[in-house]
C-alpha cells in the first residue's frame, strides 16, 4: 500500500526554520516525481516545490524560491522540505504528495499524505 507521512511541521516565529519530512512506504521515492503543496485557511491548495524522479531535478515556485529547499534522501525513502527565513504568509498545512510527473500542479499526482501544520507568528 502507497503511503506518504508529513512530519516536521509546527509553530515558529518569522524568520525562523523548520524542516518538513515525507516518508513514503510500498514505493520508492526514486521512482516518482514528489511534490510540496501547502493550503492555507480560506485559499486554494497550491505548489510550493517538487523533485523529479530520477535524476532529482528540482522545481520552486516563485513565492519561495531562495527560501525552501527540497531535497530526497533515498536510502531512508524520505523527501524533504527545508524552510528559511519563514514569513507569517508561509503559514498553512504543507502536503506531499507522489505522482508519475514533476509538476507544481496537483492534478498530477496520484497519492497524498494527511498533511502537517506550519504556522509562523509575525
Known amino acids: 500500500e502507497v503511503q506518504l507521512a508529513e512530519s516536521g511541521g509546527g509553530l515558529v516565529q518569522a524568520g525562523g526554520s523548520l524542516r518538513l519530512s515525507c516518508a513514503a512506504s510500498?514505493?520508492?521515492?526514486?521512482?516518482?516525481?514528489i511534490g510540496w503543496f501547502r493550503q492555507a485557511p480560506g485559499k486554494e491548495r497550491e505548489g510550493v516545490s517538487c523533485?523529479?524522479?530520477?535524476?532529482?531535478?528540482?522545481y520552486y515556485a516563485g513565492s519561495v524560491k531562495g527560501r525552501f529547499t527540497i531535497s530526497r534522501d533515498n536510502a531512508k525513502n524520505t523527501v524533504y522540505l527545508q524552510m528559511n527565513s519563514l514569513k507569517p504568509e508561509d503559514t498553512a498545512v504543507y502536503y506531499c504528495?507522489?505522482?508519475?510527473?514533476?509538476?507544481?500542479?496537483?492534478?498530477?499526482?496520484?497519492?497524498w499524505g494527511q498533511g502537517t501544520q506550519v504556522t509562523v507568528s509575525s
Open positions: 504528495a507522489a505522482g508519475p510527473i514533476w509538476s507544481l500542479h496537483q492534478v498530477r499526482y496520484d497519492y
Open positions: 510500498g514505493f520508492t521515492v526514486d521512482d516518482y516525481a
Open positions: 523533485v523529479d524522479k530520477g535524476d532529482g531535478g528540482t
